[in-house]
């Protein structure tokens, strides 16, 4: 056998398995490999590639790279125009739409489809014979723009169709979007190269989709889900609904939270639910869209010049409004973190009151350019924490006063110093002088994931400092009755439970003790990382930069955070006092890398367990798992319960592993 026979055979046999475990990833949401062995088969491929061009092929999982630099896109006329949506901003309106559907079609309840708005950009993409062969934006919705190779990079979307029964031609539309993830990467990368960030995800995905050289696009982990295809009907499908299921069955990634409804009602109550989950979801969403699922009613329903009369997107309410800064005031967090914060003439955003909004940090109000007295658009960043979007300078009034961050402390008045790796100014007054410091610190001690100190709220902790009773983390255990008593509304009962308690937490492990401690940036999984990792407080304390920076998932900054942590005296002395005080746990075992069964491996927990769920936690952590709260791409697997809720969502939205109770226990005995 000749070699360049050989090396057909061979890529060939690389294109199969990589298809199949792209599908597996993406589709199935069930990959068979790890990340490491698809890296490198993908290396094989691109070696013999790089020996024998000739055997590219447009299908090829090596075509995600990107090609040279186009020249201006083509415009593609689309066969089937992409039409708008009409939109619903209330339930009265959502309401109108069900009626005029159902007076139409005249029926007393109508079947929809439900599926998640997401906020990105529509495409069409074209299969030929299963193969990925052309790809053009919506643009005006008769003609787009060409964007066929930025669209081979995306790596969520097949380049050949799965499964049985491959049509020789394919047209499918959907949405391309980034994760927010991936969204927060690419801004940190756009940072480190002196570069402007996105505004917001959709703005990059669509920035990232009409890049001339698709090597960019291919940097910037685009996704994809298909929300249609062009001549369903006339391949044997009768409902949306089986539209969805098709393109799936054909390898191609949908949302997965779409659900088929029946009547208003069920659409109402979807809507409300999505509105609660959204926040928790792996992509940015802006509404509901909902379509009458049978496409013989779609068709009788027909169109307007614009839009299916046969769908809507009911929008949430706006996440975004207009307002004034009043004043920008100084917040000093746990670390000392000094954070400029936005007073804001009181404005609703979201269906909430928002009378503050984070700036972040000095830069980051340099680089928006927010004044005293600028009127400002305010978002509620994942609906939670709101932000100054964008200064509408035009309204600019003339008595505008810039920001100027303090050289000391608001709160302690000592110095304030900035590290050449960090865009925070930090306070140095320390615990022991900053009560602000020392406040945020207390309550993350007694959090309920860290030392769990019942009783211990964040008023409660106010009063102890203020009343100097507290000055640092370990005063906590030298509390007495008769200090407690003399504090307001502080009943005996009151104080003894809070003592027994506090003697109560001395009984610990030590990845609680490390987190409760406060390192920056160190979160539960890390905690448990080092404590694993280390196994005892000494090993810990005397290690040095390299060490920390070796272990896997610890980079430079964390590795810093932790190395001056060890360093401060004030710090240790507090740990020591804590220790002399009774805190104690017992020594886990120390591990080294990859030993035990489930080791590196990262997993999450959401939803009503049959086992208690600190059993199960414990389990797992002793087989070498770290269990943590928040779901991302490094998470291995989210193990689901009853009720489960936006972990699961998003862990769907990420194509993370799920498993249910059985297949907890299966993990667990093999």
Same mark, same amino acid.
């Given at each position: 056998?000749?070699?360049?026979?050989?090396?057909?055979?061979?890529?060939?046999?690389?294109?199969?398995?990589?298809?199949?475990?792209?599908?597996?990833?993406?589709?199935?949401?069930?990959?068979?490999?790890?990340?490491?062995?698809?890296?490198?088969?993908?290396?094989?491929?691109?070696?013999?590639?790089?020996?024998?061009?000739?055997?590219?092929?447009?299908?090829?999982?090596?075509?995600?790279?990107?090609?040279?630099?186009?020249?201006?896109?083509?415009?593609?006329?689309?066969?089937?125009?992409?039409?708008?949506?009409?939109?619903?901003?209330?339930?009265?309106?959502?309401?109108?739409?069900?009626? +005029?559907?159902?007076?139409?079609?005249?029926?007393?309840?109508?079947?929809?489809?439900?599926?998640? !708005?997401?906020?990105?950009?529509?495409?069409?993409?074209?299969?030929?014979?299963?193969?990925?062969?052309?790809?053009?934006?919506?643009?005006?919705?008769?003609?787009?723009?060409?964007?066929?190779?930025?669209?081979?990079?995306?790596?969520?979307?097949?380049?050949?169709?799965?499964?049985?029964?491959?049509?020789?031609?394919?047209?499918?539309?959907?949405?391309?979007?980034?994760?927010?993830?991936?969204?927060?990467?690419?801004?940190?990368?756009?940072?480190?190269?002196?570069?402007?960030?996105?505004?917001?995800?959709?703005?990059?995905?669509?920035?990232?989709?009409?890049?001339?050289?698709?090597?960019?696009?291919?940097?910037?982990?685009?996704?994809?889900?298909?929300?249609?295809?062009?001549?369903?009907?006339?391949?044997?499908?009768?409902?949306?609904?089986?539209?969805?299921?098709?393109?799936?069955?054909?390898?191609?990634?949908?949302?997965?939270?779409?659900?088929?409804?029946?009547?208003?009602?069920?659409?109402?109550?979807?809507?409300?639910?999505?509105?609660?989950?959204?926040?928790?979801?792996?992509?940015?969403?802006?509404?509901?869209?909902?379509?009458?699922?049978?496409?013989?009613?779609?068709?009788?329903?027909?169109?307007?010049?614009?839009?299916?009369?046969?769908?809507?997107?009911?929008?949430?309410?706006?996440?975004?409004?207009?307002?004034?800064?009043?004043?920008?005031?100084?917040?000093?967090?746990?670390?000392?973190?000094?954070?400029?914060?936005?007073?804001?003439?009181?404005?609703?955003?979201?269906?909430?009151?928002?009378?503050?909004?984070?700036?972040?940090?000095?830069?980051?109000?340099?680089?928006?350019?927010?004044?005293?007295?600028?009127?400002?658009?305010?978002?509620?960043?994942?609906?939670?924490?709101?932000?100054?979007?964008?200064?509408?300078?035009?309204?600019?009034?003339?008595?505008?006063?810039?920001?100027?961050?303090?050289?000391?402390?608001?709160?302690?008045?000592?110095?304030?110093?900035?590290?050449?790796?960090?865009?925070?100014?930090?306070?140095?007054?320390?615990?022991?002088?900053?009560?602000?410091?020392?406040?945020?610190?207390?309550?993350?001690?007694?959090?309920?994931?860290?030392?769990?100190?019942?009783?211990?709220?964040?008023?409660?902790?106010?009063?102890?400092?203020?009343?100097?009773?507290?000055?640092?983390?370990?005063?906590?255990?030298?509390?007495?009755?008769?200090?407690?008593?003399?504090?307001?509304?502080?009943?005996?009962?009151?104080?003894?439970?809070?003592?027994?308690?506090?003697?109560?937490?001395?009984?610990?492990?030590?990845?609680?003790?490390?987190?409760?401690?406060?390192?920056?940036?160190?979160?539960?999984?890390?905690?448990?990382?080092?404590?694993?990792?280390?196994?005892?407080?000494?090993?810990?304390?005397?290690?040095?930069?390299?060490?920390?920076?070796?272990?896997?998932?610890?980079?430079?900054?964390?590795?810093?955070?932790?190395? +001056?942590?060890?360093?401060?005296?004030?710090?240790?002395?507090?740990?020591?006092? @804590?220790?002399?005080?009774?805190?104690?746990?017992?020594?886990?075992?120390?591990?080294?890398?990859?030993?035990?069964?489930?080791?590196?491996?990262?997993?999450?927990?959401?939803?009503?367990?049959? @086992?208690?769920?600190?059993?199960?936690?414990? !389990?797992?952590?002793?087989?070498?798992?770290?269990?943590?709260?928040?779901?991302?791409?490094?998470?291995?697997?989210?193990?689901?319960?009853?009720?489960?809720?936006?972990?699961?969502?998003?862990?769907?939205?990420?194509?993370?592993?799920?498993?249910?109770?059985?297949?907890?226990?299966?993990?667990?005995?093999?």
């Amino acid at each position: 056998m000749t070699d360049k026979k050989q090396a057909a055979e061979q890529s060939a046999r690389l294109r199969e398995t990589l298809h199949h475990h792209n599908y597996c990833y993406y589709v199935l949401d069930a990959p068979e490999i790890s990340d490491a062995e698809y890296d490198s088969l993908l290396r094989q491929l691109q070696a013999i590639e790089a020996d024998h061009p000739a055997l590219i092929t447009d299908d090829s999982p090596t075509r995600r790279v990107g090609a040279p630099v186009a020249k201006i896109f083509r415009q593609v006329s689309h066969s089937v125009p992409m039409l708008s949506l009409d939109n619903a901003f209330n339930e009265q309106e959502l309401t109108e739409f069900d009626r +005029r559907i159902r007076e139409k079609l005249e029926l007393d309840v109508v079947d929809y489809c439900a599926e998640p !708005k997401m906020d990105g950009l529509a495409v069409s993409i074209l299969y030929q014979d299963g193969v990925l062969s052309a790809g053009a934006t919506r643009g005006d919705g008769s003609t787009g723009e060409d964007v066929t190779d930025n669209i081979r990079t995306i790596r969520n979307l097949p380049l050949r169709l799965q499964g049985q029964d491959v049509p020789a031609q394919l047209e499918v539309r959907g949405e391309v979007f980034m994760l927010i993830d991936d969204f927060m990467q690419l801004n940190k990368n756009q940072q480190v190269k002196n570069q402007k960030p996105f505004a917001n995800p959709r703005n990059a995905a669509a920035g990232s989709l009409r890049q001339l050289d698709s090597r960019i696009t291919a940097e910037r982990r685009l996704s994809f889900y298909g929300y249609g295809m062009v001549d369903a009907e006339s391949r044997g499908l009768t409902a949306h609904s089986a539209v969805l299921d098709q393109l799936r069955a054909w390898g191609l990634p949908i949302n997965n939270v779409w659900r088929k409804l029946r009547g208003l009602a069920q659409c109402v109550d979807f809507f409300k639910a999505m509105e609660r989950k959204r926040s928790g979801l792996a992509f940015e969403i802006d509404g509901v869209v909902f379509k009458v699922d049978g496409l013989s009613q779609q068709q009788a329903m027909g169109y307007t010049s614009r839009a299916p009369r046969w769908a809507i997107a009911h929008k949430f309410a706006p996440e975004e409004a207009v307002t004034k800064v009043l004043g920008i005031d100084i917040q000093v967090g746990r670390t000392g973190a000094l954070t400029p914060v936005a007073r804001l003439e009181p404005v609703t955003v979201g269906g909430v009151t928002v009378s503050n909004a984070t700036l972040h940090n000095e830069d980051e109000v340099k680089r928006k350019d927010v004044q005293q007295g600028d009127t400002v658009t305010v978002r509620r960043a994942g609906d939670v924490i709101p932000e100054v979007v964008r200064v509408l300078t035009e309204l600019r009034p003339d008595n505008a006063r810039p920001f100027i961050m303090p050289k000391e402390c608001p709160v302690c008045g000592s110095p304030v110093a900035r590290q050449d790796d960090e865009a925070v100014v930090r306070c140095t007054g320390g615990n022991r002088r900053c009560t602000a410091q020392c406040i945020g610190a207390v309550r993350h001690f007694a959090s309920r994931r860290a030392l769990d100190i019942r009783g211990l709220g964040d008023k409660l902790v106010e009063q102890l400092v203020e009343k100097n009773l507290v000055n640092s983390v370990a005063d906590v255990y030298r509390l007495e009755r008769n200090g407690l008593l003399a504090l307001d509304r502080m009943a005996a009962k009151s104080a003894d439970n809070l003592l027994a308690q506090i003697d109560k937490s001395k009984d610990t492990t030590f990845a609680r003790f490390l987190y409760g401690l406060g390192i920056p940036e160190v979160g539960e999984s890390t905690a448990e990382l080092l404590a694993v990792e280390f196994g005892d407080l000494d090993s810990l304390r005397q290690a040095q930069l390299d060490q920390l920076q070796a272990i896997k998932d610890i980079g430079p900054v964390l590795a810093e955070h932790i190395y +001056r942590f060890f360093q401060d005296n004030e710090n240790i002395n507090t740990i020591n006092d @804590m220790i002399a005080a009774g805190v104690h746990w017992p020594m886990p075992e120390k591990r080294g890398a990859g030993n035990a069964p489930l080791a590196g491996k990262r997993i999450v927990i959401t939803g009503t367990l049959d @086992m208690p769920r600190d059993e199960v936690k414990a !389990k797992l952590k002793s087989l070498g798992a770290s269990v943590g709260n928040s779901v991302s791409k490094n998470t291995d697997y989210v193990i689901v319960g009853r009720d489960p809720g936006s972990k699961f969502t998003k862990a769907q939205g990420l194509g993370v592993t799920v498993l249910d109770e059985q297949g907890l226990l299966n993990l667990l005995e093999s």
